[in-house]
């Protein structure tokens, strides 16, 4: 039954639209087509999606220990035996980068970044997803 919904869809062309504005509770430039640039800002409001023009505000709480993507390296090394080694103190840290974007490393990201002696990212996350995006 799926097929036959898939190959209706593709036949019709419905596989391959948007979903409609009204059910589409994203700003459009938060999503996926948003970062890959499909419309213009204008385009996107002529089409009656939600656009965002403001940035996001990330309020980080007085108490914790903010560093700079400078500091990092305060964080990683590679041992005696030339193993990389991250401390596990990252965790607890709030990382702001150059443009004045807050992030954290969190524990999957952590071991993935130990397991594959690779070092701690210096930008946003979302930054790193745009990225791929662009390249």
Known sequence: MADRIFWEMEQGGALWEFFPW???PLYFNDTIAGLIGWFSKQEALDKWYMWRDEQIKV???EWSDVIKTSELWDYQ???ANGNWRINPEILKQVIVDEKWDYYRIVKPEYDFLVKHSLPLPETHWMDRIKL????
Do not use: A, R, S, V
């Not at 791929?132 to 390249?135: A, D, P, V, Y």
């Open 132 to 135: 791929n995006f662009w390249m």
């Open 22 to 24: 009204e059910i589409n």
């Open 59 to 61: 309020d980080i709480p």
């Open 77 to 79: 090394w590679y041992d």
